[in-house]
């Protein structure tokens, strides 16, 4: 079964890696190429694209029932450990610790680069249900990778070299990477990712360094990851299943909504 699940993962990450370079694409067909297709389906582009944003939900779906029902390896470096289901049946794992974080590194790059929304929202299905089963581990190590991403992620958003592009859409699926992680911690636990992530996204959106610059485009590049930031901050409050946020940082929020008007 190892080999199996193996084997299907690098058929899954074949086919997202095809289907990616498709729907990620900015670019607009030409008429040449809406007309060639056929009568009975449509434009020969836009097939490619339905079937290519279809074929990245149905991974993306997949990986999440995946590693929400699979048993899984508890520790790095273990070959063939063993779990113990709700009934006390032992099992072997059948994904391993790098398996669940090179699953966890592919949704946070489809994430972080789609700015098909259909592709994202079910991305984020997929992504949250990886989140709620490491959380919800008992081995230390499962539940630090969600931490681990997320530190990635502010990286990712702070990053040099940004443009205008970087934001579109309300900076795509930044904020459904933070709504997937936020709403996978256990409820009846402590909040751990949720206060540090706000936290960080309120100081980043705080910053005013770059108040006042403009490259010409009408945001500088030193003012993207402040973008990044309420517009993850707007999704974020805007859940209703993510209504515990109100407790967190109350005064710096009430000086930022002043600041936004």
Known sequence: WRSCISRLLDQFVEVADLAFEVV????????????DGDENLGPSSQVLTVSCWLSMKEVALALGILTRRAPLQLTEGDEASDTVDEEGIESHSLLTFQ??????EYFMNVLLRMKHRGAIEKTQ???EALCERLLSSEST???SLPDVWQKKVFKFMQRSGQVQDDILRRSAGIPYFF???????????AKLLLPKGISMLVTIAGDKSADGEDDGSGTSERA???????????ALYSDTNLVCLREYDREKRLVLSIHIL
């Open 24 to 35: 990620s694409a900015n670019t607009i067909p030409t008429d040449e190429e809406e007309a």
């Open 125 to 127: 299905i997929g992504f």
């Open 179 to 189: 709504k997937s992680l936020f709403r996978a911690e256990p409820g009846a636990c």
């Open 141 to 143: 190590q499962l539940r």
């Open 224 to 234: 993207i990851p402040r973008v990044h930031a309420f517009n993850t901050l707007r």
């Open 99 to 104: 398996q669940l974080n090179s699953i966890g």
